[in-house]
């Protein structure tokens, strides 16, 4: 099974002004990186990264066939993605006993999605 794991971390939620120059720590990156090898142990990573910080991103919407891009600066969201793993895993319970060790801090939040498989 196949899941895309998405981090939400606390310096993203409302409430917090990370600038466009935020780096995370970089214990917590060594911490980061430990956990990623025994995931990596447990599971097939295919894919894994950090994102930049969504003042250096854009947000394209759609209402009535039009498009609205919004650029970094000016987006709203009361949540922002702040990295991803792509994972192969047996289950959705082992997947989320597995993010349960995740160094993560106070009021991240990391939700876990099966991803939909198209038949050829």
Known sequence: MKFMLLMIPNVYQP???PT?????????????GRFNEELGKRSKITDL???QPQLNGARVAF?????TVTDGPSIES??????????????KEAVVEMMQQCP????D???????????E
């Open 20 to 32: 466009s120059d935020f780096t995370p720590d970089p214990q917590k990156m060594e911490e980061m």
């Open 15 to 17: 409430g917090s002004n």
């Open 49 to 51: 990264n950090g994102l």
């Open 63 to 67: 209402n009535k066939g039009h498009a």
């Open 104 to 107: 993560a801090e106070d009021g």
């Open 109 to 119: 939040i990391i939700e876990i999605r099966q991803i939909f498989e198209f038949e």
């Open 78 to 91: 009361k949540e922002v993605l702040g990295g991803y793993w792509m994972i192969e895993a047996d289950s």
